[in-house]
């Protein structure tokens, strides 16, 4: 059986398959109250980034469809998280942007995502976690190609 640095491929597998179950349910769980659970919690960071993104450059930010975005931009619109606005350059394209009540929840998604961090990352050294995550975000760009 192959491997990479002891552990087996298929262990990697299914590691890579729990980390993303894992912080899907600690996600929710630390921010079912305020609504925004899976890909919403996930819109309300990107935007946070990039206010007044359109639709389209939102799906490119998170590696996703644009039929996702328009579903989860559609959901935060309703529960008032974002808005919505014609570009002024194409009509045809919806810009995006933060309520204040999702301002407001910028701060706690933050700080679930750092718990998030400290809980996967408990016995690393600073040099580990920078590692880490430097590698895992390596790993995402190149899965995204």
Known sequence: MY????????ESMF???????RRKMFMSKMLESH???GIFHLTVAALSLHNGASQEQL???LKCDKATITNAVKKLESEGFVRRRSSDEDRRANKV??????????PKIEAAHRKWLIKISAGFSSDD????LYTFHQ???S???
């Open 3 to 10: 491997s990479i640095g002891g552990i087996s491929v298929l």
């Open 15 to 21: 590691d890579v398959s729990i980390l993303y179950r």
């Open 35 to 37: 609504g925004a659970l």
């Open 59 to 61: 799906a490119s930010v």
């Open 97 to 106: 942007f933060l309520t204040p009540k999702a301002i407001a929840l910028v």
């Open 129 to 132: 976690l920078d590692r880490f």
């Open 139 to 141: 790993a995402a760009s």
């Open 143 to 145: 899965a995204s190609k």
